[in-house]
């Protein structure tokens, strides 16, 4: 506000007034507070993520690494176990390779010699896998020692291929093997034994029947190179990554058995000898592995987990490999004996189970579940015996298969399996098993049991030559008897339509090839199906008599198509015991009065 005033009389002039606003400065308006403000929010919610994550991260790699620790703790105890437990066994199987030696060399007869080679074959496998857990434990502990010897390195890989070689013959596989380079160098023998013996097994064990198998080893520039191809399956890329984990098992292992160390153990037996160890593989195609080990005893003078042995290797230092001497696949049948078909992998196991049936049965084999499926198709046998876990299809899809077509739905299967719990039995009896037994067996239960399924198919062809009706209570019976209700009814259907009774007719009718349809009936009945026609035709007969008074004895021979009266009676008194007029007098009165 201004006022004008003079210097005299205090004169006063209009006061005039001038508002001034002074702003403040930006730091200090209300959206500069606002800013302020959730600005130190975001600082702290910052601060309080970070820590946040920071914590998060921390509990995550503490649980991880006591995750780590226990599993590694229950990986020491699972190895501990297989070393204590291998250990434990050492002792028995020494019990048993003792005597079985004594036995051998005091030259058994030839039938006590082919069984004493099987318990000391297998003796000696079991003890390389006990052997091979101690060496995977001492490799995993880092207690391991290489024996470094300078051998023939041909030598070696030319035994265990032989060894394979047979068993690759069993399963029609083509075997090949090349050598270069020079035949000798520095190496732990034990340990490239156990790497090609692993190898080797699992080639034949995942290639089908009909594969190959190639084994090309060069020995150059002190560096011997091993490659051991097959073709079949294969293994996925994801598998791939994985395989040389210890106790991992791929997805194409399932049926083949193992325990998914061999591999690790490979690994590593060929990393101490500073090599490589490389699979590839293109799914439904081949796989191959290559193994590189130096051979110059230069690469092991400076190893401190490597000493050299003046010992030399030779085949006798190690387990001795029996080779059988003959097949079990048998191309002729005996038909006056009951056909035994045994499906397992494990060419032992069919040698002594044939062993075992040779004397009473007949006895043809199969390698997988899935050639068995195709023998027994076509071979047609009174029994079979198979095992559960194998390739391509196992015993339980087998009896599956089996069971569902008509032409194989008759014979009985027994299961032999190391599966002793009660789910695994009730797969296999759902599936349509007659008997499951488990390994160990007992030879003379085994016998037993096939005596009792072979009776019961005595009480079921009885059951069938007995006055049995196509009026009986369907419900009740069995697919062998509903088999045979649905060819008695095909019979009369074509009898009542006038039709020529034949046997290419009735095969046709039913759906069977004229093969089929016999070996069908035989394996039910004991008849063939002129026998069949002749014995529902026989039973017509003999319902005619029964119920047709006006018609004459001759009269229902020729309607049934016998133009000789003879023959008809000779048929009916086979039947019956009592001619056709006999039956009709002792038959008719007793119908009159019901």
Known sequence: MVRVMGKSDNIHGPERSILIIVKPPWWRTIWAYAAFLAFIILVAWLIIRYKFRQMKLKNSLYYEKMLRQKEHSLTREKLSFYTNFSHEMRTPLSLILGPCNDLYNHNPRPDQQSKIEIIKRNAYYLLELLNRLLEFRKVESNKITLNISYSDINALISQEIEFFKFQAGQKNISFTHKVEGEPKGWADFSSLQIVLNNLLSNAVKFTP??????????????????????TGKGISEKDLQQLFTRFFQGENSAGHGGTGIGLALCKNLVELHHGTITAESTPGEMTRFVVSIPVSRDNYNKLPHARFVSETYTSEDHPEKLIPENSLQKDGVDDEKKLVLLVDDNYDLINYLSSILSPAYEVISAND????????????????????????????????????????????????????????KIEGFEKGADCYIVKPFDAAVLLSQIKGLFHNRKLLRDFFKSNFSADEAIESLSIEEKFLLQLETCILKMFDQGLEISVPELSKTMGFSRTSLYRKVKAISDMSVNQIIKSVKMRKSAELIRHENDMTISQIAFELGFNDIRYFRECFKEQYGMTPSTYKKETVPQAGQS
Not at 393 to 417: F, Y
């Open 369 to 424: 579940g899935k050639s068995g499926i195709e023998t027994a198709k076509s071979q047609i046998p009174d029994l079979i015996i198979s095992d559960v876990m194998m390739p391509e299809k196992s015993g339980v899809e087998l009896c599956q298969e089996l069971k569902a077509d008509i032409r194989t739905s008759h014979i009985p299967i027994i299961l032999l399996t190391a599966k002793h719990t009660s789910e695994a």
């Open 209 to 230: 029947a009909g594969g190959k198998i190639s084994v090309n080893s060069i020995n150059e520039s002190d560096l011997l190179t091993i490659q051991v191809e097959n």
